[in-house]
């Protein structure tokens, strides 16, 4: 065989490889992350990530035991006739200690995620025990997290507000991140709410209803998850 069919026969094994084995990706969240009101675009992040990736080429597989919305008749559109991948541990109105309660039982249902993105802390803003309510329960998933695979990587986003509650709990998360921190499995921070607008009276809004990002905000997340990801995309799948 000569150089030239060496070279392709490599190209091809490569490709062949990467599409059998994807980077795997585990979206963890609350109603931010499981959307799927039928009276509205609530398609989340998921959608448009998942938009970004194939664009860029880069086999995705996202991962959990859940793939339904709010309403279990919502519907994702396809992406360039490809049907949108809805796989995902989301839950509507949850705290971070009943999903992290969720992940005990379910995770070892999934294959080892290559990276899990984790949208926690909402429903956990009226108490002053931040420690315990979501730095705690946060700790604990990524020691599952790591069960299932040592070398992870660990995406926390910060809160999707410019107020209130969030602006206590944004030190602790990033403390948090700094500690479990590990060149083998990295705790990164992603900071969503830098050019967030949360207040659906204004005209360029990123919600519905302070909260739930419209699909200008769910594009936004999207490309903010994307961005932390990319150092890593080759890192994970060698």
């Known amino acids: 065989m000569n150089l030239l069919l060496k070279t392709a026969a490599a190209i091809l094994i490569s490709t062949a490889a990467l599409a059998a084995d994807p980077i795997r990706i585990l979206p963890i969240g609350d109603s931010i992350t499981q959307g799927g009101r039928k009276d509205r675009e609530e398609y989340t992040y998921r959608y448009p990530l998942f938009c970004m990736l194939k664009d860029a080429n880069i086999p995705a597989d996202f991962i959990g035991t859940r793939n339904k919305g709010l309403n279990g008749d919502a519907t994702w559109p396809d992406y360039k006739g490809t049907p949108f991948d809805g796989d995902h541990e989301g839950y509507y109105g949850a705290k971070t200690a009943f999903v992290r309660d969720q992940l005990k039982v379910n995770l070892p249902k999934l294959a080892p995620p290559d990276f899990a993105l984790i949208h926690l802390g909402t429903n956990d803003q009226a ?44 030190p ?51 490309e903010k998850w994307f961005a932390a990801m990319k150092p890593y995309l080759k890192t994970v799948k060698p």
């Open 127 to 170: 108490p002053e025990t931040f420690a315990d309510t979501i730095i705690k329960p946060l700790e604990e998933i990524i020691a599952l997290l790591r069960a299932r695979n040592p070398k992870v990587v660990v995406l926390v986003a910060h809160l999707n507000f410019n107020g209130g509650a969030a602006i206590k709990i944004r």
């Open 172 to 222: 602790l998360v990033e403390d948090m991140a700094k500690r479990l921190n590990t060149a083998d499995s990295p705790v990164l921070t992603v900071a969503h709410y830098q050019d967030w607008k949360e207040n659906p009276k204004d005209p360029n809004t990123d919600t519905f209803d302070w909260a739930h990002p419209n699909p200008q905000g769910q594009k936004k997340m999207a």
